[in-house]
């Protein structure tokens, strides 16, 4: 034995120690060593509004979508770290959605071009600006027909886009990838009105939607979502407005309907104008130049054609006019087929005969919506194709991927002998481009918007030029071009212009302009707009309209639709990887596409959730998973815009597919919209299957009481168990020696918190300090999943990828749980589908506490239960035990796979989690400290209510979360929570909550469900 | 020499089931990628004496700590002073016993880059210290640094400064006020956030 270890050559055991702990000691005595350090760059000239660890916030305007939002984006040190609404818009009034969140993972993206790019055969070289906008001009300057193709844009630059294609003798096409043409062109048709309606749903009683999908697209997702929640939700007189929802497939939108009338594609004109009969009745006046279109329809006949039953419609016609106000709002994007200018013409004489006109249909300050004509973009197709345009401009849209592939548009393009991109990141039609002038980032950028006429918005840089890209703002680069073709003096900045734009339109008499500037830059908005509502006359249509239900392309059982998705639009958000793995809030699956089947139908076809089937058109064929989804028509099935990338980068390429390759290219008359409801599809197992990455644990509540709601009728009667779901019996629990003791009434109430026997220590005083707690209100919340990731860039929370979240380890805070509890896609009836924002409920008698072999999560004196990362060992044992499985764990850095300067985005308040560490939802604790810094700051008064808003409630359009201190008896949180409606989510199991959930009310009765024994 | 065998083969089993376990080697903290290694503490770019500008001797300038440090009673970070801070003063000032390190301060005027700093003192990533919260409670500089004024060039191995060690800040914190409770929280959620 002795020999085998003196066989070890070199140093023994004993001796190896001594002569570490003597070296190791001997460094520390040494003056003077090498050491890692950091460093501290001071500014080298410190700005004046920029403290170090002080946020600074700027007012500007959201170029996400056309609904222009506004924007309050909050800076540090220079880098813009979080955005959020801004509370005074007239139109958004603070709330923000899902995408404008994820706006900020665009102004960071490492896949953003790094500066002006020239075509060097297959691949591109990076060029100086002043390189890049000589070779314009000179093609310009020599070109015939140039066309600049561009999206939508802000006032002043529209102008001066205007301008500079006149000036170049060139030819501009307005593109939207998601377009409101048919509205627009029904508004013209039956009113003479350029524009958009606006739609006052807040103040509507009775919701009408023929297939709008309102709080996905449209003129203002954010502004319709809160009008819906706050029409929808019970009063405190005990009222609330009823939304019934018509059309083929229950979007989101659908989802939160009372009631369902499943009706086929493309007959919601039938049903419109068999309703508008029923209520003009005998008055011949009452639909004006449209009398004689009513007489061909009534109940029985739309009823042949819709597939839904005559009563169903008479008594929705009765209802539109007993439950005034009312509204109905006609077929959006999500079901553009080739009668959609026809449907909503006929949704707006049912309006009109219903009254609504001037009261919830308003058109006296138009929408400035998109409303482009895809017409247009075909006919420039054959403009490209036939080579006649030599120079071809795209501008803030990705026609190649967009547009049907049908349509030819990206062959066409290649022909054309010089294509210029001023897109700032990659796409699949700048990968095409031989010029690339990428533009700036909206947050980097000067420009204004108007969402309405009347209302002006100013959109103001946030922060310095990321500056890791070159961009120029598109405006100055046109101005720039425009100077060397005309070769006159120096180029103005694009800045000046905006501000000459807005100058010559002020009126000097309201005082000096550079304070209403300023002033401008400081509040976001100007609003103008009068009082008037005006009252306005039918006209008569100059074109022949037909009714008629559209035709849909054959072969094919089923018929198919496209709809843009409601995280991605129209796919211009794929590559953000916080929407990539933002559960799709119908179908809660991330990172790929599923075609939505109604589970009947599947059955018949022997397909099953996740088998690969072959949809074909006559147009394309594609592979995709099946999703069986109750909310659809059996005929039907659906399949969400924005997958199927191949030139975007690398959150958007290669995942899922992209579902226009289904379509023809074909515009619907009289709008000339892109029609996305026009075929039907085979669907063909492949044989294959795939586990959907989805987050869903189940749809179904089983018995458990997680969602219940309460009957409007039952309201004020609370405690009648026979009534009411979810009433409350005597807990009893078990004690560690034996036996049953019953808890005290008053336990989970802020009184008795913190716990009997806990009342020392740290715990001593907390009866005087704050107790946190939030109430969310079932009743308003729409499932829209804004709260998601905003609390996903607020609290640094990683994605994961598909991978991991097929594992099981998704990363999110917040969870949107969606029950079906009352879904028929048979006939018209009771919709009942209950959304829950599932957090960490910060228990008072929290099961994860005690189990924490190390401290790390604990009850906190102000009412949290805290998370210390750097104290977390990762046992697991908490989440283990969590009843409500909200926390997460970090299996990997996933930090590590955040690329540069992705990470700029990073909240500097909340700690950055390295792997093996758990965390959840912290009611974001770094806002609580930064109010109680403030105020302390301040005279050490006390923190205010409403002062402390964690950034789901910031972001809820629907206002559905409420948070605040509970001790407070004046405190908005202690308000909603005392409601009758108010209920914690598995109360059986004693963790007294700190959440406090309102129950959703309906309209049905519920059925009353047993405990469990 | 059966039990060599089966203590091997339990040692090598039991090593290839650890094997099974390890993903990369040790993995550096992140951010540790943007250290840099230095003669410490005296590898300042710019031998900076505090001594000099805040002492209280004959001769020293007896500036405020906070002429410098600016946001200190503002903001969680103290602050470094701007390089045209130091311009400021040192425009007109050569200075007399090191003039060739305060005319370091005009290059980096000249050229627009920032003072490279070594950084003395620091606290864990994962503590939020609030500067201007202790400030307001009425703590001196000098309590938690030390005597910086009196030093010439500053060392976090100091015996004055605790703040690589939790247990000297939660010892202030818990001593009593007048009333005797702890003068302030010991939660943690109060840093650790």
């Known amino acids: 034995m002795a020999e085998n270890k003196s ?36 500014y080298v000239v410190a700005p004046d509004d920029i403290t170090p660890g002080v946020s600074t916030w700027y007012t500007t305007v959201c170029g996400g979508c056309s609904a222009q939002c506004g924007m309050w984006v909050r800076t540090r040190e220079g880098r813009a770290i979080k955005v959020e609404g801004n509370p005074n818009h007239p139109v958004s009034e603070g709330g923000l959605c899902a995408k404008g969140h994820a706006t900020l993972q665009h102004l960071y993206h490492p896949d953003r071009f790094l500066g002006p790019m020239m075509r060097d055969g297959s691949e591109f070289r990076q060029v100086t600006w002043e390189e890049a906008e000589s070779l314009l001009a000179a093609r310009l300057g020599s070109a015939q027909n140039p066309m600049l193709i561009s999206g939508r844009m802000g006032p002043s630059l529209n102008k001066l886009v ?27 048709i039956v009113y003479g009105t350029a524009g958009i309606p606006q739609y006052d749903l807040e103040n509507a009683r009775f919701l009408l939607s023929f297939g709008n999908d309102f709080i996905e697209t449209g003129s203002s997702p954010v502004a319709h979502n809160k009008g819906l929640a706050r029409m929808s939700s019970v009063d405190a007189a005990g009222s609330k407005g009823r939304f019934v929802y018509l059309g083929p497939r229950l979007s989101l939108t659908g989802l939160n309907a009372d009631k369902w009338i499943p009706i086929r594609p493309g007959t919601e004109a039938a ?14 006046e009452a639909a004006g130049p449209y009398s004689n279109v009513l007489q061909a329809y009534n109940p029985r006949v739309a009823a042949q054609v819709a597939g839904v039953t005559e009563d169903a419609i008479f008594e929705l016609a009765e209802d539109f006019v007993s439950e005034a106000p009312t509204l109905a709002l006609g077929p959006g994007v999500g079901a553009h087929h080739r009668g959609a200018t026809a449907a909503n013409i006929a949704v707006m004489i049912l309006n009109h005969v219903a009254g609504n006109v001037g009261r919830t249909v308003l058109y006296d300050a138009p929408v400035n919506g998109a409303v482009s004509a895809y017409a247009d973009i075909e006919a420039t197709v054959s403009a490209m194709a036939s080579g006649e345009s030599e120079v071809v401009m795209v501008h803030g849209a990705n026609p190649v991927y967009s547009i049907p592939p049908q349509a030819g548009f990206a062959e066409a393009f290649a022909q054309v002998p010089f294509k210029v991109s001023f897109a700032s990141a990659l796409d699949e039609t700048s990968e095409m481009a031989d010029l690339i002038l990428p533009d700036r980032h909206f947050l980097e950028a000067w420009g204004d918007s108007s969402p309405l006429a009347g209302v002006i918005a100013v959109q103001q840089p946030v922060m310095q030029p990321v500056p890791h890209f070159e961009s120029k703002q598109t405006g100055d680069v046109l101005l720039s071009v425009a100077n060397k073709l005309s070769g006159e003096g120096d180029a103005a900045t694009f800045y000046d212009y905006l501000q000459e734009h807005h100058r010559s339109a002020y009126d000097e008499a309201d005082g000096d302009f550079e304070d209403a500037w300023q002033e401008l830059l400081r509040t976001g908005m100007a609003d103008t707009r009068g009082e008037e509502a005006r009252v306005l006359e039918l006209q008569s249509p100059e074109i022949a309209l037909s009714f008629e239900v559209p035709t849909f392309d054959a072969p094919g059982d089923l018929t198919l639709l496209v709809h843009p998705s409601p995280r991605f639009g129209a796919g211009e958000f794929s590559n953000s990887p916080w929407l990539q793995e933002l559960p799709d809030p119908v179908s809660k699956i991330v990172w790929h596409s599923w075609l939505e089947m109604n589970p009947h139908t599947a059955e018949l076809r022997g397909i099953r959730d996740g088998d690969i089937v072959t949809v074909t058109s006559p147009h ?84 458990r009481l997680i969602a219940p709601a309460v009957a409007l009728a039952d309201l004020g009667h609370a ?19 034996g036996g049953f003791i019953p808890v005290p009434a008053d336990e989970g109430a802020p009184t008795a918190f913190p716990l009997e026997g806990s009342r020392h220590g740290l715990y001593a005083d907390a009866q005087e300090g704050p107790r946190w707690a939030m109430a969310i209100d079932l009743d308003k919340c729409t499932g829209c999943s804004a709260c998601v990731t905003a609390c996903q860039a607020e609290n640094n929370v990683p994605w994961v990828g598909e991978e991991q979240v097929l594992m099981g380890r998704d990363m999110n805070w917040v969870r949107i749980e969606r029950f079906y509890e009352q879904v028929d896609a048979t006939q018209a009836g009771d919709l009942d589908v209950r959304f829950l924002p599932m957090i960490c409920q910060h228990c008072g008698n929290a099961p994860c506490e005690t189990v924490c072999p190390v401290f790390a999560t604990y009850h906190t004196p102000e009412g949290l239960n805290a998370q210390v990362y750097n104290r977390c060992v990762g046992t697991r044992y908490c989440a283990n035990n969590c009843p409500y499985k909200v926390r997460v764990f970090n299996w990997y850095r996933y930090t590590d796979e955040v690329p540069e300067p992705l990470n700029w985005q990073w909240n500097p308040d909340v700690t950055v989690r390295d792997n093996g560490v758990m965390e959840k939802c912290s009611f974001c604790v770094q806002r609580i400290r930064e109010v109680q810094n403030r105020a302390a700051l301040e005279g050490g008064r006390e923190v205010r209510d409403h002062e402390v808003v964690p950034a789901c409630e910031q972001s809820c359009p629907a206002e559905a979360i409420v948070f605040g201190n509970i001790r407070d008896p004046n405190a908005r949180i202690t308000q909603v929570s005392s409601s009758e409606r108010t209920y914690r989510v598995l109360e059986d199991l004693n963790t007294q909550p700190a959440v406090n959930y309102l129950k959703k009310v309906t309209f049905h009765e519920v059925a009353s469900v047993g405990h469990e024994e | 020499m059966r039990k060599h065998w089966l203590i091997g083969g339990l040692a090598s089993l039991l090593t290839l089931a650890g094997l099974a376990f ?22 300042q770019p710019i031998a900076f004496p505090h001594d000099q500008h805040a002492g209280s001797q004959p001769g020293q ?102 703040g690589d060690n939790m247990g000297w800040c939660v010892e202030c914190h818990r001593q009593p006020d007048d009333t005797g409770k702890a003068q302030a929280s010991t939660d943690c959620t109060v840093c650790h956030y």
């Open chain 1, 719 to 737: 405690g009648d168990d026979e009534h009411e779901e979810g009433g409350h019996e005597e807990l009893r629990e078990l004690q560690g020696v």
């Open chain 2, 22 to 43: 390890i993903q990369e080697g040790p993995q550096e903290p992140p951010g540790s990628e943007d250290m840099v290694e230095v003669e410490y503490p005296s590898g």
């Open chain 1, 620 to 703: 394309g064929s594609l592979e995709v998973p099946v999703w069986l989804y109750p909310g659809i028509r059996e005929d039907v099935v659906a399949l969400a815009m924005g997958g199927g990338h191949t030139g975007m980068g690398r959150y958007a390429d290669d995942k899922g597919v992209n579902a226009l390759g289904l379509l023809p290219s074909t515009s619907e008359q009289p709008s000339g919209a892109l029609v996305t409801t026009v075929t039907s599809v085979t669907v063909i197992p492949t044989g294959e299957n795939r586990r959907l990455a989805t987050v869903e644990g189940s749809s179904d509540q089983h018995d």
């Open chain 2, 61 to 162: 300038n007896n500036m405020d700590c906070q002429y410098c440090h600016y946001s200190a009673e503002r903001s969680v970070d103290a602050g470094i002073p701007s390089v045209s801070s130091c311009w400021g003063c040192h425009q007109a000032i050569p200075g007399s016993n090191n003039p060739e390190e305060v005319a370091k301060i005009q290059q980096h005027i000249q050229s627009g880059d920032p003072i490279p700093w070594v950084r003395i003192y620091k606290v864990a990533d994962h503590v939020h210290f609030p500067h201007m919260r202790h400030l307001n409670a009425g703590l001196e500089c000098q309590q938690c640094h030390g005597e910086v004024q009196e030093l010439q060039v500053l060392d976090s191995r100091d015996p004055a400064w605790g």
């Open chain 1, 271 to 284: 049903v419109a104008l068999a309703m508008a009969a029923v209520i003009a009745g005998d008055d011949p």
């Open chain 1, 162 to 188: 205007d301008e500079f294609v006149e000036g170049i003798g060139g030819v501009r096409v307005s593109y939207d990838a998601i377009s409101d043409a048919p509205l627009a062109e029904a508004a013209r």
């Open chain 1, 7 to 42: 066989m070890k050559d070199g140093i023994k055991r004993r001796d190896f120690l001594r002569v570490l702990g003597v070296s190791g000691a001997g460094a520390t005595l040494t003056g003077c060593s090498t050491e890692k350090v950091e460093r501290l760059l001071p």
